[in-house]
């Protein structure tokens, strides 16, 4: 927040929302909030996956050892969701699971025409396709200095 910390009413400005916030936590059953802090955990997972497989994709490797957890993870997240308590409450039939398929497809679908536009988009030079070179030899994210591409 770059907020300084300098006097007393700054640091109470800070402090007593997180001691607000804090104690109406405690009132709630931290059973619930754990569940929204695994199921985050899962998405934070399938996430991280997905950014590997884009740059697996990107530099031409092996991405499928990225993207087949990541979908399956992915489908299990949606469908967690859609059917719990936390969630939409759909429970475990076979409409959730339909749901939880066709949002996965889309999902899916979504990320990867972007991943194709991307790739087609990223000139060769890019920073991002050269990540073997020192940081810092790029002036900006797309070009390369005329000295590196010498090298």
Request: glycine share 4%.
């Amino acid at each position: 927040m770059n907020i300084k910390q300098d006097s007393m009413k700054k640091i109470l400005m800070m402090t007593i929302p997180l001691f607000v916030i804090s104690f109406f936590l405690t009132k709630v059953d931290f059973n619930l909030i754990w569940r929204y802090f695994n199921w985050a955990n899962q998405v934070t997972a399938v996430i991280a996956l997905l950014m590997s497989t884009r740059y697996l994709y990107l530099k031409n490797k092996n991405y499928l050892v990225t993207l087949l957890p990541a979908t399956f993870m992915l489908y299990a997240c949606v469908v967690y969701i859609l059917s719990e308590p936390i969630g939409f409450r759909m429970g475990l039939q076979t409409a959730t699971y339909l749901v939880g398929l066709v949002a996965t497809v889309a999902i899916m679908a979504l990320y990867w025409t972007t991943g194709v536009k991307q790739k087609v988009a990223l000139s060769p030079e890019s920073e991002l396709l050269n990540d073997h070179l020192p940081i810092g030899t790029f002036s900006s994210i797309d070009a390369v200095p005329a000295a590196v591409v010498a090298e």
